[in-house]
Each structure stands twice: as structure tokens, then as C-alpha cells.
């Protein structure tokens, strides 16, 4: 049995969701010679200056990841997450990315990230119960096509 303590928790704590993103990065940097990793988010803001909206991510290697994209239930349908999707991808395009996967919920509106070009790469059934977790991919124009 090894002499360290294992911690379980259900705290947040980013100091360690970022401490690992770096060893992780540290890690897959070193192993594909790749290491042109930068994080990728953006928000928007009310008139009281409360995020209604935000979008985060990140580019490495060719590829856009969307982790997180919100939109306050108020601003839903109002365009302000097209608005963020599309600039995510001139950023990504920008930044030499090839293509942008994400991945969201059967409840989380996935037909929104069809009409906005992604195909759905499959599905992980019962994730949670009774749904799934769809993954998606969206091929962007190289440089010679911008």
C-alpha cells in the first residue's frame, strides 16, 4: 500500500483542474512534438456587466475543442450562442485549426450545433440515465480556402 493519502472530494478546485490540464498538456506536448496549445474562451455581458453567456475551450495541434458553451435561459434563442460559436471558429480557423469537436447531452439542444454544420461522430448511450452524450466534429477551410 503506497504511503500516500488518496483524496476524494466533490469541492471544486481549480487550482488542481488546472494543475492537471498543465501536466497533461506537459505530457501530450512531449510526446507528439506538438506545442501549439492555447486556451480559447469568450462571454458576453449584460448591461450590469453579469456574464449571460460564455463559451471556453481550447486549440492544439490542428483542433478546436469546445468544452463549455452556456447561454442564460433570458438570451437563448436570441443568437447570442451562434454569435459565440461562430466566433470560436474564425478564431480557430485563425489559429490554423482544421477542425472544432465538442461534445453535449440528447437534452442539450444538439440539433442547434447541426444547423451550425457539426455531424454527429456517435453517442454514448445512458450518459446520464435515459440519455446520451453526443460527440461532434465541424471541418473548417484551410488557408487556401479562406
Given at each position: 500500500m503506497p504511503s500516500n493519502h488518496i483524496q476524494i472530494s466533490d469541492e471544486y478546485r481549480p487550482e488542481l483542474e488546472a494543475y492537471l490540464e498543465e501536466r497533461l498538456y506537459e505530457f501530450n506536448s512531449e510526446t507528439t512534438g506538438i506545442r501549439d496549445g492555447q486556451l480559447l474562451n469568450a462571454s458576453v455581458k449584460d448591461e450590469n456587466g453579469d456574464i449571460v453567456a460564455g463559451?471556453?475551450?481550447?486549440?492544439?495541434?490542428?483542433?478546436?475543442?469546445?468544452?463549455?458553451?452556456?447561454?442564460?435561459?433570458?438570451?437563448?434563442?436570441?443568437?447570442?450562442?451562434?454569435?459565440?460559436?461562430?466566433?470560436?471558429?474564425?478564431?480557430?480557423?485563425?489559429?490554423?485549426?482544421?477542425?472544432?469537436?465538442?461534445?453535449?447531452?440528447?437534452?442539450?439542444?444538439?440539433?442547434?450545433?447541426?444547423?451550425?454544420?457539426?455531424?454527429?461522430?456517435?453517442?454514448?448511450?445512458?450518459?446520464?440515465?435515459?440519455h446520451e452524450n453526443v460527440n461532434y466534429i465541424k471541418y473548417l477551410p484551410g488557408p487556401s480556402q479562406t
Amino acid at each position: 500500500m503506497p504511503s500516500n493519502h488518496i483524496q476524494i472530494s466533490d469541492e471544486y478546485r481549480p487550482e488542481l483542474e488546472a494543475y492537471l490540464e498543465e501536466r497533461l498538456y506537459e505530457f501530450n506536448s512531449e510526446t507528439t512534438g506538438i506545442r501549439d496549445g492555447q486556451l480559447l474562451n469568450a462571454s458576453v455581458k449584460d448591461e450590469n456587466g453579469d456574464i449571460v453567456a460564455g463559451m471556453s475551450g481550447h486549440t492544439w495541434g490542428g483542433c478546436c475543442e469546445i468544452r463549455t458553451l452556456w447561454v442564460h435561459e433570458t438570451r437563448r434563442g436570441t443568437g447570442v450562442g451562434t454569435a459565440l460559436m461562430q466566433a470560436a471558429e474564425q478564431e480557430a480557423v485563425r489559429r490554423g485549426c482544421r477542425q472544432i469537436v465538442l461534445s453535449t447531452h440528447s437534452f442539450q439542444v444538439p440539433r442547434f450545433y447541426e444547423k451550425l454544420g457539426f455531424r454527429s461522430l456517435g453517442a454514448v448511450p445512458d450518459y446520464p440515465e435515459g440519455h446520451e452524450n453526443v460527440n461532434y466534429i465541424k471541418y473548417l477551410p484551410g488557408p487556401s480556402q479562406t
